[in-house]
């Protein structure tokens, strides 16, 4: 079956930085993205990665190893604002996303 | 203005009653889903749509049927609704393009069957 697992919940720091890893295992591959979704509000497009390696976009990167199934997104300088749930989703043969549950992440003064 | 824009935003109704959920964009996009979600688990697809005459089930469309009555314009109903249908449901759009996995969600429709 297709599966994506990412941590139920991380706490980190503001002003520190903090790696959410994401594992995947799908039907074919065409892609994994992250979204960010605050509480009560829509999930929102935060990245995509299809080849091997980093993607860096301001204080956020995510990183894709096709090999492994295995993304992580990294949050650096952390900020209040960043308290959110993070979802991980992966691009299957079918070109359907299937969705990680989320990782909400509590940022402490 | 959204550009995705769902209503209603919250309902509460009774088992067995029929529920129609509203999504209608101004992005221009031919593609449109409908996804639920509950505490603990991933989005799940309902159904979608790449255009006016096309319409697919997605994992759980059992209990669901859609209409897509303009390009702009894509519904979901429920024909009984049922208590373990109580979810946070969000419609979504995407430009086209087979690779493309980014959406565009609307502000979700919370719908409680009590």
């Known amino acids: 079956g297709q599966n994506i697992d990412q941590p139920t919940e991380m706490t980190a720091t503001e002003g520190a930085i903090v790696q959410i890893n994401c594992t995947y295992q799908t039907s074919g591959f065409n892609g994994l993205f992250w979204y960010q979704q605050h509480a009560g509000e829509a999930p929102t497009f935060l990245s995509y990665n299809v080849l091997d390696g980093l993607e860096e976009k301001g204080r956020f990167s995510s990183f894709l190893s096709r090999s492994k199934g295995y993304s992580y997104l990294l949050l650096k300088e952390l900020q209040m604002k960043d308290s959110a749930s993070y979802l991980c989703a992966a691009l299957d043969s079918n070109y359907q996303l299937i969705w990680g549950a989320g990782t909400k992440l509590i940022i402490k003064p | 203005d959204a550009d995705v824009t769902q209503t209603p935003r919250n309902r509460i109704t009774k088992t067995g009653k029929r529920i129609m959920l509203e999504c209608s964009q101004t992005k221009g996009h031919d593609r449109m889903y409908w996804y639920r979600q509950d505490p603990g688990l991933g989005l799940r697809l309902i159904y979608y749509s790449f255009d006016v005459k096309d319409i697919n089930k997605g994992e759980i469309s059992d209990g669901y049927s859609v209409s897509r009555q303009a390009q702009a314009k894509f519904s979901l109903s429920l024909e009984s609704a049922i208590p373990n249908q109580t979810a946070l449901y969000f419609c979504?759009?995407?430009?086209?393009?087979?690779?493309?996995?980014?959406?565009?969600f609307g502000e979700g429709s919370r719908l409680t069957v009590l």
């Open positions: 979504a759009t995407s430009p086209p393009g087979q690779d493309t996995g980014e959406l565009f």
